[in-house]
């Protein structure tokens, strides 16, 4: 097969880390017996090609590619780039824009496949473009240039590479003020050297001796386009033991995913915020509506996918349960999906009364009953409000303090309370029972007795037997009832405050994400392959977004990832082609 290798930078001599990966698939492409041509702007012809694989396309102009929508082509974008502004977090609202996003549209989406990075870099492209088809492989890399050399480190040393302004140079400068334990080090190219005051220069740096440089340092850290998302302390998290807050949350523990699972915090973070966006719900479960506050970079998870969090709008994606009136799935801290189905479902707890032993003589148990048939009262009723709710009363009115006090010395129930009788302006007395179980019982023993109350008595205890116990309450199981629900969003909006609070994140394994105050939020990490491959300490503070790669902790499987990843991307080619 004849193939076509779109870039727009020449693959020979020193090159970028992203020249050298192409090198590797081309490698593997000539092995498997593909003729293969790179192919540079100016050499750009779309004749006697059977496949066009598009790397990096800065340099070509909508025309030269406008002519491959009709012939097969890969895309796979190595760069957040497919112009000279350079697609990036920071320029997306501008990319958003863009009057050329329905050719690009067209572009990923008449492509025979879509080959991305990381996750990372197919939600930037999707936050432009909407939902996008692809697969994502890591950058291939060639391991036995990255490796630990076991020499001594800089103590406290932090190293980045090519610190652009596109890149969010502006956080680094910003981390760099504010930790100032560390010493910095730049290598590369800058378009704001004036800016990097805190660090040393050590100059351009080939690819290949990139390694003898990050094993000086102690830590590598990405330039962040964006601040690290975070919540307040407070705010709670799903765990295997319930909701706990995310200050308390320590590595090790595990959390509730956005796929329901239970994953371990593989890392925890705290900073200091000097903006917040607040987000209200239209959830009446607190006065007026249920709110929530997070910065306003954290992915949010919606309907559309991961959204931040001051450009959300609609409804947000939360930890759902089914209405206990019609199964529909509705927000965690709901009960019911309508006032319809809170008419069906008003309930009461229902607890059968027990009997207990009440040791009165007969004699006394004729005089009590004699005065609940001459001046006591039995209440039978249900309170309709709420289904199975019954509430009887028992009582005796008397002005003779001392027979009240008599009564209830000898059953050790009830109470007395006083009340004005507004005929005759002189005190009377009440002696009532409330308990369900001392009802139940005092009218067993005194039933046999009354006469005058014996039918009403009766009745209590017959409905008394009748009623059964309220089921225990359903224990949530993560695997068995996990669900997603929409959640409407009433408002939302930014703002900045006087005096910073502490913030914090959590780094989830695998599926990188956590339920947090009822939504899913996402946890955001980048890291670098090649700082990891030479044994750097990663600083994760204020990075964009997640790679997602669930190996990334594992050195051994990192390194067979990314040797294999040529021969997966050829495999991914074949098999649609």
Same mark, same amino acid.
């Given at each position: 097969?004849?193939?076509?290798?779109?870039?727009?930078?020449?693959?020979?001599?020193?090159?970028?880390?992203?020249?050298?990966?192409?090198?590797?698939?081309?490698?593997?492409?000539?092995? =498997?017996?593909?003729?293969?041509?790179?192919?540079?702007?100016?050499?750009?012809?779309?004749?006697?090609?059977?496949?066009?694989?598009?790397?990096?396309?800065?340099?070509?102009?909508?025309?030269?590619?406008?002519?491959?929508?009709?012939?097969?082509?890969?895309?796979?974008?190595?760069?957040?780039?497919?112009?000279?502004?350079?697609?990036?977090?920071?320029?997306?609202?501008?990319?958003?824009?863009?009057?050329?996003?329905?050719?690009?549209?067209?572009?990923?989406?008449?492509?025979?496949?879509?080959?991305?990075?990381?996750?990372?870099?197919?939600?930037?492209?999707?936050?432009?473009?909407?939902?996008?088809?692809?697969?994502?492989?890591?950058?291939?890399?060639?391991?036995?240039?990255?490796?630990?050399? +076991?020499?001594?480190?800089?103590?406290?040393?932090?190293?980045?590479?090519?610190?652009?302004?596109?890149?969010?140079?502006?956080?680094?400068?910003?981390?760099?003020?504010?930790?100032?334990?560390?010493?910095?080090?730049?290598?590369?190219?800058?378009?704001?050297?004036?800016?990097?005051?805190?660090?040393? +220069?050590?100059?351009?740096?080939?690819?290949?001796?990139?390694? =003898?440089?990050?094993?000086?340092?102690?830590?590598?850290?990405?330039?962040?386009?964006?601040?690290?998302?975070?919540?307040?302390?407070?705010?709670?998290?799903?765990?295997?033991?319930?909701?706990?807050?995310? =200050?308390?949350?320590?590595?090790?523990? +595990?959390?509730?995913?956005?796929?329901? =699972?239970?994953?371990?915090?593989?890392?925890?973070?705290?900073?200091?915020?000097?903006?917040?966006?607040?987000?209200?719900?239209?959830?009446?479960?607190?006065?007026?509506?249920?709110?929530?506050?997070?910065?306003?970079?954290?992915?949010?998870?919606?309907?559309?996918?991961?959204?931040?969090?001051?450009?959300?709008?609609?409804?947000?994606?939360?930890?759902?349960?089914?209405?206990?009136?019609?199964?529909?799935?509705?927000?965690?801290?709901?009960?019911?999906?309508?006032?319809?189905?809170?008419?069906?479902?008003?309930?009461?707890?229902?607890?059968?009364?027990?009997?207990?032993?009440?040791?009165?003589?007969?004699?006394?148990?004729?005089?009590?009953?004699?005065?609940?048939?001459?001046?006591?009262?039995?209440?039978?009723?249900?309170?309709?409000?709420?289904?199975?709710?019954?509430?009887?009363?028992?009582?005796?009115?008397?002005?003779?303090?001392?027979?009240?006090?008599?009564?209830?010395?000898?059953?050790?129930?009830?109470?007395?309370?006083?009340?004005?009788?507004?005929?005759?302006?002189?005190?009377?007395?009440?002696?009532?029972?409330?308990?369900?179980?001392?009802?139940?019982?005092?009218?067993?023993?005194?039933?046999?007795?009354?006469?005058?109350?014996?039918?009403?008595?009766?009745?209590?205890?017959?409905?008394?037997?009748?009623?059964?116990?309220?089921?225990?309450?359903?224990?949530?199981?993560?695997?068995?009832?996990?669900?997603?629900?929409?959640?409407?969003?009433?408002?939302?909006?930014?703002?900045?405050?006087?005096?910073?609070?502490?913030?914090?994140?959590?780094?989830?394994?695998?599926?990188?994400?956590?339920?947090?105050?009822?939504?899913?939020?996402?946890?955001?990490?980048?890291?670098?392959?090649?700082?990891?491959?030479?044994?750097?300490?990663?600083?994760?503070?204020?990075?964009?977004?997640?790679?997602?790669?669930?190996?990334?902790?594992?050195?051994?499987?990192?390194?067979?990832?990314?040797?294999?990843?040529?021969?997966?991307?050829?495999?991914?080619?074949?098999?649609?082609?």
């Amino acid at each position: 097969m004849r193939v076509a290798w779109l870039n727009d930078l020449p693959l020979e001599g020193y090159g970028s880390g992203a020249e050298l990966s192409s090198k590797l698939i081309i490698k593997e492409g000539i092995r =498997r017996g593909h003729d293969i041509d790179v192919v540079l702007p100016h050499t750009f012809t779309t004749k006697g090609y059977d496949l066009f694989i598009i790397k990096n396309v800065v340099s070509f102009s909508k025309a030269l590619l406008g002519e491959l929508l009709k012939e097969n082509y890969v895309n796979y974008p190595s760069d957040y780039a497919w112009c000279k502004w350079r697609l990036w977090y920071a320029m997306l609202p501008k990319c958003k824009k863009c009057k050329g996003i329905e050719f690009w549209k067209d572009f990923y989406d008449l492509s025979k496949l879509n080959i991305f990075l990381s996750p990372l870099h197919k939600r930037a492209y999707e936050y432009v473009l909407g939902k996008l088809k692809g697969i994502c492989i890591p950058s291939p890399i060639d391991t036995s240039l990255f490796y630990d050399m +076991k020499l001594p480190r800089e103590k406290n040393s932090v190293i980045c590479i090519n610190p652009f302004s596109f890149k969010g140079v502006d956080n680094l400068v910003t981390f760099a003020e504010e930790h100032k334990q560390y010493k910095y080090y730049w290598a590369g190219n800058s378009d704001v050297e004036g800016k990097l005051i805190n660090f040393k +220069k050590l100059g351009y740096i080939p690819y290949q001796e990139l390694n =003898r440089i990050l094993n000086r340092c102690e830590y590598w850290i990405e330039q962040p386009s964006t601040p690290q998302p975070c919540f307040p302390g407070f705010a709670k998290v799903l765990t295997e033991d319930g909701w706990r807050s995310i =200050r308390s949350i320590k590595v090790g523990t +595990k959390v509730v995913t956005h796929l329901g =699972r239970l994953k371990k915090v593989t890392a925890t973070h705290r900073r200091v915020a000097k903006e917040m966006t607040f987000i209200q719900l239209k959830i009446r479960t607190t006065w007026p509506f249920r709110a929530f506050r997070v910065t306003p970079k954290h992915p949010l998870l919606t309907s559309e996918g991961w959204t931040e969090a001051n450009k959300i709008k609609g409804e947000l994606l939360g930890l759902g349960k089914p209405c206990l009136g019609c199964g529909k799935p509705i927000f965690t801290f709901l009960r019911v999906c309508s006032r319809t189905c809170q008419q069906k479902t008003r309930t009461f707890k229902v607890k059968k009364p027990a009997l207990h032993n009440l040791s009165v003589p007969s004699s006394k148990l004729g005089y009590i009953a004699g005065m609940l048939d001459g001046e006591g009262n039995i209440t039978s009723r249900f309170d309709y409000r709420y289904r199975k709710a019954y509430h009887p009363y028992l009582k005796i009115t008397n002005t003779n303090l001392d027979s009240l006090k008599f009564i209830q010395s000898s059953t050790g129930m009830g109470n007395i309370r006083r009340k004005k009788d507004k005929k005759r302006k002189r005190p009377i007395y009440e002696w009532f029972v409330e308990k369900k179980d001392d009802i139940y019982t005092l009218l067993t023993y005194l039933s046999p007795c009354l006469i005058v109350k014996k039918a009403l008595a009766q009745k209590v205890l017959e409905t008394f037997r009748k009623l059964k116990n309220s089921p225990p309450k359903k224990l949530w199981n993560v695997s068995t009832d996990f669900m997603l629900a929409k959640v409407p969003v009433r408002y939302v909006t930014t703002y900045k405050l006087k005096k910073g609070i502490d913030v914090y994140n959590l780094d989830v394994e695998e599926e990188h994400s956590y339920i947090a105050e009822g939504v899913v939020a996402h946890n955001c990490e980048r890291q670098s392959l090649e700082a990891k491959l030479a044994g750097c300490n990663i600083i994760t503070n204020d990075m964009v977004g997640a790679t997602s790669y669930s190996w990334f902790k594992d050195l051994s499987r990192l390194r067979k990832e990314v040797s294999e990843a040529p021969k997966r991307f050829w495999n991914e080619v074949e098999k649609r082609l």
